[in-house]
């Protein structure tokens, strides 16, 4: 995986998580808000229900004290009567009706040291402000009367609406009060559960999207990132596999024709020293093919270790020219071995792939095709060459009716240091490794097709490839 590959991924998951760090945030936020609105929600309840029990009580309470203000009244006549005016009766009464006023007052204007809010509900204020005369008016009255009666102001005290009617009508009045604030406390409850069932609803949903938005896409990039971890760790393997097989063969294939070398100078050595001139120049121009071969093999190791480190390649802007320039280089030697080299090539103009790697990947394909030629074949040998673009698919094929490769030993040929034919072509063994390797930096695929007699190899590079970052 080359450094350019690397740098995407890395972008593509910092923004990534930025994103999910972003929703991830949002959701808590919600979450916090929501479990803020549903605190808010339940203390408001708390206090509703507090209030609205105090209202009760007090509103309960002026029911009693109305009856109480009538019978301390009643029972401060009958002691006048009777000529046995006690001063606890007189007090009882005006405090009883000092009570039931002051109770008024905080249950229609409000009283905020006990804990009683102004009456806001509208079936509440008719009720104690309409009508003719209203239950203000009637309770105001009614305290006017017993102040009098416990300051003996009144000369006829049996005339008082006090002690007829008056209290059993103010009594059916204060009982409708209570009732309505029951009623209305009830309602406020109701309303309030209600919100709280909406807060709960909110925050399933809220934890429903977090879990679809924000967590499944974590779990899924985290289970993708863990496979493209084993994906890249057995990749690692195998080139680390590959390193230690590659270095044992090309310490070995170098020290080879060193070590040929070496012992073809000391033969030769001899030779000149017995004046064998001719079987000297034999031994010198087997050492001219031995070194022939090492740097061969060095020049492949050296475009092998070039593999993946190309991120500032220039990429091919014409493909057909790359082509026809590795056609005319091999031109010759396809002559010289017997081969008709034929080229179709389709124009598909520039393509995000190194023209470097390209240039590779036809050299070796179209070179193996003309050493790997049948000499013994009845008929002409060729190398045909084929360029064309399927969709957003560069297709390079190089087909060939050369002596193929056996069956047994496809499942090797792009392997390290892989010789099928020596007797043919003296190559590195290194040429359809490197060719597989270029195809994969660049994002492709390579595939071997036997074709009896012959072989073709298909080259697959798709447009949105990875060989230019």
């Known amino acids: 995986m080359n450094e350019g590959i690397l740098h995407r991924q890395a972008d593509s998951g910092r923004r990534a998580l930025t994103t999910y760090t972003r929703g991830y945030v949002l959701?808590?936020?919600?979450l916090a808000l929501l479990a803020t609105a549903h605190l808010v929600v339940k203390r408001w309840s708390v206090e509703a229900a507090a209030t609205s029990a105090t209202v009760i009580n007090i509103s309960g309470r002026q029911r009693m004290l109305s009856q109480r203000v009538a019978l301390m009244a009643t029972r401060l006549r009958q002691e006048r009567i009777l000529g046995r005016v006690q001063a606890s009766t007189q007090q009882a009464l005006r405090l009883a009706a000092d009570e039931f006023l002051q109770s008024h007052l905080d249950l229609t204007r409000g009283n905020a040291d006990r804990g009683i809010p102004v009456p806001e509900a509208d079936n509440v204020l008719a009720a104690y402000f309409s009508g003719q005369?209203?239950?203000?008016?009637?309770?105001?009255?009614?305290?006017?009367?017993?102040?009098?009666?416990?300051?003996?102001?009144?000369?006829?005290?049996?005339?008082?609406?006090?002690?007829s009617a008056a209290p059993t009508e103010l009594l059916y009045l204060l009982n409708e009060v209570v009732a309505l604030n029951e009623a209305n406390a009830h309602a406020a409850v109701a309303r309030i559960d209600r919100l709280q069932i909406w807060f709960w609803a909110l925050t399933l949903l809220t934890l429903l999207l977090e879990g679809l938005f924000i967590f499944k896409p974590i779990v899924r990039r985290s289970r993708a990132s863990l496979a493209a971890?084993?994906?890249?760790?057995?990749?690692?393997?195998?080139?680390?596999?590959?390193?230690?097989?590659?270095?044992?063969?090309?310490?070995?294939?170098?020290?080879?024709?060193?070590?040929?070398?070496?012992?073809?100078?000391?033969?030769?050595?001899?030779?000149?020293?017995?004046?064998?001139?001719?079987?000297?120049?034999?031994?010198?121009?087997?050492?001219?093919?031995?070194?022939?071969?090492?740097?061969?093999?060095?020049?492949?190791?050296?475009?092998?270790?070039?593999?993946?480190?190309?991120?500032?390649?220039?990429?091919?802007?014409?493909?057909?020219?790359?082509?026809?320039?590795?056609?005319?280089?091999l031109a010759d030697e396809a002559r010289q071995r017997g081969v008709q080299l034929i080229a179709e090539l389709q124009p598909v103009g520039s393509w995000p792939v190194s023209a470097?790697?390209?240039?590779?990947?036809?050299?070796?394909?179209?070179?193996?095709?003309?050493?790997?030629?049948?000499?013994?074949?009845?008929?002409?040998?060729?190398?045909?060459?084929?360029?064309?673009?399927?969709?957003?698919v560069l297709l390079l094929t190089v087909e060939d009716n050369g002596v193929g490769v056996e069956p047994a030993?496809?499942?090797?040929?792009?392997?390290?240091?892989?010789?099928?034919?020596?007797?043919?072509?003296?190559?590195?063994?290194?040429?359809?490794?490197?060719?597989r390797k270029l195809v994969e930096r660049c994002g492709g695929e390579v595939g071997y097709h036997a074709c009896h007699p012959g072989s073709r190899f298909v080259v697959r590079l798709p447009r949105n490839g990875l060989a230019i970052e």
């Open 27 to 30: 959701a808590l936020s919600l």
């Open 229 to 329: 971890r084993e994906v890249e760790s057995a990749r690692l393997a195998e080139a680390s596999h590959e390193l230690r097989e590659f270095a044992y063969r090309t310490s070995h294939d170098l020290v080879s024709p060193m070590t040929s070398i070496q012992g073809t100078v000391q033969a030769v050595e001899l030779l000149l020293e017995r004046g064998d001139a001719r079987r000297a120049r034999e031994g010198l121009a087997l050492i001219d093919q031995t070194a022939q071969r090492a740097k061969h093999l060095v020049r492949d190791i050296e475009a092998l270790s070039g593999v993946g480190a190309g991120s500032h390649e220039e990429p091919a802007q014409d493909v057909c020219a790359v082509l026809d320039t590795v056609c005319e280089e």
């Open 133 to 163: 005369p209203s239950l203000d008016e009637q309770i105001r009255h009614y305290v006017a009367q017993a102040r009098q009666v416990a300051d003996d102001r009144v000369l006829n005290e049996a005339s008082l609406p006090i002690f």
């Open 409 to 435: 030993q496809v499942g090797r040929l792009f392997g390290l240091f892989e010789r099928f034919r020596p007797d043919l072509a003296g190559g590195s063994g290194l040429g359809l490794y490197l060719v």
């Open 356 to 392: 470097l790697a390209l240039r590779q990947i036809a050299h070796n394909l179209i070179h193996n095709a003309i050493v790997y030629a049948d000499p013994d074949a009845a008929v002409e040998s060729f190398a045909e060459v084929q360029l064309e673009q399927v969709d957003n």
